[in-house]
């Protein structure tokens, strides 16, 4: 492998306090000859002298803008607004590959600096699958969220916790009511993590995957308390939630958690709201007669930033070790530059380590 050098940016979103990489997998980064800086943040579960102490050289907040053009610039969700012109190679969940809003002009800025976007929800292998993932930890919480909610519990501000603590307050209390819960994507990683919750929470969920959403029982759907959708969809699909089902006198439907927040891409399976909610608002009710709560947080894993971040940084290490040889990287790399030229914008024919 050529000489890697990653930057580790500081994220701007002020409720984001995942790292796509720990100090532990910083020092392997080091020792296996990558440079590697990291950008100071106040927010990072992880502080900068665990970085310093091994190895890792220290920047300021946002100067990866004037780093090196070959350094890798690596993060998790959105970039600043500024510059305009990416030149850099960037890792991160891009969210552009679907018309979500903003895509096209996240899109134009890598084609007007000659950049290049490695999206890592299309880090995957030769079988699609895909090789470093939040979702376990995003189910979990999404699901965590919705039992808090149903009881009556649900705390907002929402604040950083453990999984420990976390568990406690998901236990069930004298005087809870029994509901039932259905879990849509229940076999995937975070289907899994929303299963794992519930069962902490004393539910047995029902859980539906593919066989039960090509042949959708809404009426079914409707007749269960709470509602966990962990379904990405990639190919369009009948929605499972609809704008008259809001409104069905017969729903029985009371708390939805949407762990894909796709809101916005035409590939949304629940196109009932417009926009997601945020830490200090985290439930909206989408109708009152009868009532539904939605709860829509598309950084979930974050509310437990030192295990999820553990757990994405451990898959992701193997992955950097390996940057330059092609392969899944490669692959984002190819998916970018198709995505770029449907939209007409010009894109370079480079390898992947001379974009």
């Known amino acids: 492998m050529t000489e890697l050098h990653l930057w580790l940016r500081h994220e701007p979103r002020t409720t984001e306090r995942r790292t796509p990489v720990v100090p532990s997998d910083a020092r392997r980064l080091v020792e296996n000859g990558v440079t590697l800086t990291v950008e100071e943040s106040p927010q990072r579960i992880f502080p900068i002298e665990e970085y310093e102490a091994v190895g890792a050289r220290v920047a300021p907040a946002g100067s990866w803008v004037s780093a090196p053009r070959n350094t890798v610039i690596l993060g998790l969700k959105e970039l600043p607004d500024e510059p305009k012109e990416l030149t850099h190679r960037h890792i991160f969940f891009g969210h552009a590959y679907k018309g979500q809003p903003g895509a096209s002009d ?37 699901a965590a969220l919705a039992v808090l909610q149903h009881r009556g519990r649900l705390v907002a501000p929402l604040t950083p916790t453990s999984k420990e603590e976390l568990d406690k307050t998901l236990q069930p209390a004298a005087g809870d009511e029994e509901f039932s819960a259905l879990v849509i994507g229940a076999l995937g990683r975070s289907g899994r993590g929303a299963r794992v919750a519930f069962s902490t929470a004393g539910i047995e969920p029902t859980c539906w995957d593919l066989p039960e959403t090509q042949n959708l029982d809404r009426p079914a759907l409707l007749t269960h308390d709470v509602l966990v959708n962990c379904v990405l969809a990639t190919t369009p699909v009948p929605p499972f939630l609809r704008e008259p089902d809001l409104d069905d006198p017969t729903r029985r439907l009371r708390t939805v958690s949407d762990v894909t927040c796709d809101v916005g891409s035409p590939l949304n399976v629940l196109p009932v709201y417009d926009r997601t909610t945020e830490w200090d608002d985290p439930v909206r009710q989408l109708s009152d007669r009868p009532p539904l709560d939605l709860i829509a947080i598309d950084n979930l894993p974050s509310l437990l930033p030192r295990e999820s971040s553990t757990d994405f940084s451990a898959a992701l290490l193997p992955q950097l070790l390996e940057f330059e040889t092609g392969g899944a990287w490669g692959r984002c790399l190819d998916l970018f530059r198709t995505k770029s030229r449907e939209l007409g914008i010009a894109v370079g024919e480079g390898e992947l380590g001379h974009v």
């Not at 999206?119 to 979990?140: H, I, P, Q, S, T």
């Open 106 to 142: 996240l899109l134009r800025r890598f084609g007007a600096g000659g950049g290049a976007l490695l999206d890592l929800e299309y880090l995957v292998d030769e079988n699609g699958r895909r090789l470093a993932a939040f979702g376990f930890w995003a189910g979990y919480l999404g």
